[in-house]
């Protein structure tokens, strides 16, 4: 076995490097997504409503784009000195948002913060890949699957009692020593060999690949909001995208160390595994995004509602995480993930039957069984790959499987409220009872007047019903497009991923070993 790929041995010092890893993942988990309700105010106090999707795109354009130059860094460089730079990052850009001054700023800072984000969780978990064994990450990273979807899904509804009871500023500054502790942590604890190797920095495949997903990305996010879908701004957008990654493309192929490792990729484990993280990532970021929409808007349901509709997804993603590594170990990759986008599957049909009349306790089940298998497939989609490749791929691996989700869930979301309002905007125009109404622009602040109880009342009961009702059609063609979505995922592991139960010739270990023949050697022993 090479050295590279040897489980540090069990001890204090491991366990307190787990500790700062899990304090790491942590801290950017609740800060990525507590921003949400706190926004509001930050708006009315900084008067910058124009600027306000811009707070959330910029953090996931820069979070995003980074994620596999990180990881193509940790691979050349070592984990320590590229998940010490994100930390650091990050705890700059956390602490620099809670003081900004206007809108602007705030824009700035957070596409700062984003900047660290990129590194935090993949490095993280390629670290757990390489000081831990296979039936040991089988118990650890499932543990870090629940962490971190309990704690994006919990986010929002800690944004809210910080910002109600301290201030939209503690949103940022409340997470600070926690981040300050883990940075401590994982500069005392984390040590690294790397071997000496003469590498050749990708900056053309670097540089290619982050400007073609930010125009990709600006494309999605602004299309249908700021420009129309077929505006030359859009389809420029579009254009200079497709271009840009073409060439990244041909860059790849002669680059001597490639930013994304497409030898690696074409292994059937971390291929299979990359295909199923995008179409994860559009379930799970569209589940979080639409569901809560239909319970406020279609239901008229508090946002204390909409967070009871998703406590069960929380908790059985939880559950099922903690258990689903050692089901990888008995069963193998396919069964695992199979169990997982299949449960995904069930759970948004069961989603796709519910109307304004349905008894939230069905929607709760849908919601739970989905969590169940977001649990099950997270855990199949890291652990594959990982197995599949050495230590001077794994971090590339790894990080392409956490930008592969994101990715997925940007590109997904946006398209989905793309058309969200294209329904939206065609039935609400036609609809007789509002056709006194002055402007387009009063009519999309009616629509936005559904999603609190307080607006809602003061709104007249026969528009409240033709927008309702035009918000639930609109929505079910969303959990429509989620069901197929989640349908291909299901075929796709039906069909590629192989047959395996532990690691074993002709299975994931071989893929890996194959791999292994044609890697660039490096050593890198963690000595913990």
């Known amino acids: 076995m090479d050295p590279a790929d040897s489980p540090v041995k069990p001890g204090r010092q491991r366990q307190l490097l787990t500790g700062a890893l899990m304090l790491a993942m942590a801290v950017v988990a609740v800060e990525g997504t507590v921003v949400t309700t706190a926004l509001p105010s930050v708006v009315g106090e900084l008067q910058g409503l124009t600027l306000y999707p811009w707070v959330f795109s910029i953090y996931l354009l820069t979070s995003t784009t980074s994620v596999p130059i990180y990881g193509k860094l940790a691979d050349v460089y070592g984990r320590r000195p590229v998940l010490l730079v994100g930390l650091l990052l990050f705890v700059v850009g956390t602490a620099l948002c809670g003081a900004a001054q206007s809108m602007a700023q705030l824009v700035a800072l ?6 660290g984000a990129g590194a935090v969780l993949p490095i993280v978990l390629t670290v757990f890949g390489d000081i831990y064994s296979l039936e040991e990450r089988a118990k650890i990273q499932p543990l870090t699957a629940s962490v971190w979807g309990v704690l994006s899904l919990t986010g929002p509804a800690l944004g809210a009692f910080i910002t109600v009871t301290l201030s939209w500023r503690w949103v940022f500054w409340v997470g600070l020593p926690i981040g300050v502790l883990a940075l401590v942590l994982v500069q005392a604890f984390l040590r690294e060999r790397v071997g000496r190797r003469t590498v050749a920095i990708d900056y053309a495949g670097a540089l290619t690949l982050t400007l073609g997903l930010i125009a990709l990305l600006l494309a999605v996010l602004e299309g249908g909001n700021a420009y129309a879908w077929g505006s030359w701004q859009i389809m420029g957008l579009l254009a200079t995208a497709a271009g840009l990654l073409a060439l990244f493309a041909v860059v790849e192929r002669r ?4 930013v994304i490792p497409f030898g690696a990729l074409r292994l059937r484990a971390v ?8 179409l994860f990532g559009v379930c799970m970021f569209g589940l979080t995004s639409y569901v809560p929409l239909f319970v406020q808007g279609v239901r008229g349901e508090s946002a204390a509602g909409a967070g009871a509709v998703l406590t069960p997804q929380m908790v059985a993603w939880s559950a099922t995480a903690l258990l689903s590594g050692r089901l990888y170990v008995r069963l193998g990759f396919q069964a695992t993930a199979l169990l997982g986008v299949g449960c995904i599957a069930l759970g948004i049909g069961v989603l796709t039957l519910v109307t304004a009349q349905t008894p939230l306790w069905l929607m709760m ?3 739970g069984v989905s969590g169940v298998g977001f649990g099950s497939a997270s855990t199949a989609f890291l652990l594959a790959p990982q197995s599949a490749v050495p230590w001077n ?5 790894t990080s392409s499987t956490q930008f592969a989700r994101t990715i997925g869930g940007a590109i997904g979301v946006a398209l989905l409220g793309a058309s969200l309002n294209a329904r939206m905007a065609g039935t609400v125009a036609a609809l007789p009872g509002l056709a006194g109404l002055p402007a387009t622009q009063e009519r999309e602040q009616m629509v936005s007047a559904l999603l609190t109880p307080a607006s809602r009342a003061t709104l007249p009961a026969d528009a409240v019903a033709l927008l ?11 959990y429509l497009a989620l069901l197929v979505v989640a349908a291909l ?3 796709q592991v039906l069909l590629f991923a192989r047959h395996s139960g532990r690691p074993a010739p002709g299975g994931i270990q071989s893929d890996g070993a194959a791999m292994k023949r044609r890697a660039v050697p490096a050593a890198g022993l963690l000595d913990v």
């Open 393 to 397: 791929l794994r971090g590339a691996v």
């Open 271 to 278: 291929a299979v595994s990359n295909v199923g993280n995008v």
């Open 489 to 491: 995922n299901v075929a």
């Open 255 to 258: 680059a001597a160390d490639p």
């Open 468 to 478: 309702s009702g035009a918000m639930e059609e609109g929505l079910h063609g969303v």
């Open 110 to 115: 957070r596409a700062l913060q984003g900047l």
């Open 365 to 367: 089940v849908g919601a």
